[in-house]
T-cell receptor
Framework: AQSVTQLDSQVPVFEEAPVELRCNYS??????LFWYVQYPNQGLQLLLK??????LVKSINGFEAEFNKSQTSFHLRKPSVHISDTAEYFC??????????FGAGTRLFVKA | DAGVIQSPRHEVTEMGQEVTLRCKPI?????LFWYRQTMMRGLELLIY????????DSGMPEDRFSAKMPNASFSTLKIQPSEPRDSAVYFC????????????FGPGTRLLVL
């Protein structure tokens, strides 16, 4: 069975500092990997996803994540965060069928 | 596109009352998901449909919960009778189907059962 572990429930960071949100998954088959972001009082929205090909995927707002098959990880990084990046971030994994498994979420707090 | 539409956005009801949450998926999407989000339990998948057919309802907490999708453009999640522990934000999401597809979430319905 698939599972997703987000290793940090909360990550406080100062503005313009780098950040890494960690995600590990378990699956015995090939996976599709996603990061979703949830801003306060909103639904989740896709940030980026890995389907195949290059293991480094990037979003339009400066986030990137790298698929590491040997470590079964898909950590999310940004070299310099903004106040507006304050949100909850969810890692998710899918294999076959229609079901996507979401992690517990990591709350990113960006402080001025 | 208007995105996924949910109604109502907020619902306050008393214990024992019936609650109906509604969802209109994005046109052309053939998969629909109902989630519940709470501080204690995080994001939980309740049920999902493909081509209007329920595929997996193993996440539905108990018989008080039921969901229907009578056509491709409408789904309901009903709680009868409601209990205070049902208080949560309920999200509907839709996708084109298939594990590689992005899920598009609605704004959610914030339910408070007194």
């Amino acid at each position: 069975a698939q599972s997703v572990t987000q290793l940090d429930s909360q990550v406080p960071v100062f503005e313009e500092a780098p950040v890494e949100l960690r995600c590990n998954y378990s699956s015995s088959v090939s996976v599709y990997l996603f990061w979703y972001v949830q801003y306060p009082n909103q639904g989740l929205q896709l940030l980026l996803k890995y389907l195949s090909g290059s293991t480094l995927v990037k979003s339009i707002n400066g986030f990137e994540a790298e698929f590491n098959k040997s470590q079964t990880s898909f950590h999310l990084r940004k070299p310099s965060v903004h106040i507006s990046d304050t949100a909850e971030y969810f890692c998710a994994v899918a294999t076959g069928g229609f079901k996507t498994i979401f992690g517990a979420g990591t709350r990113l707090f960006v402080k001025a | 596109d208007a995105g996924v539409i949910q109604s109502p956005r907020h619902e306050v009801t008393e214990m024992g009352q019936e609650v109906t949450l509604r969802c209109k998926p994005i046109s052309g999407h053939n998969s629909l998901f109902w989630y519940r989000q709470t501080m204690m339990r995080g994001l939980e998948l309740l049920i999902y449909f493909n081509n209007n057919v329920p595929i997996d309802d193993s996440g539905m907490p108990e018989d008080r919960f039921s969901a229907k999708m009578p056509n491709a453009s409408f789904s309901t999640l009903k709680i009868q009778p409601s209990e205070p522990r049902d208080s949560a934000v309920y999200f509907c999401a839709s996708s084109l189907g298939g594990p590689q597809e992005t899920q598009y979430f609605g704004p959610g319905t914030r339910l408070l059962v007194l």
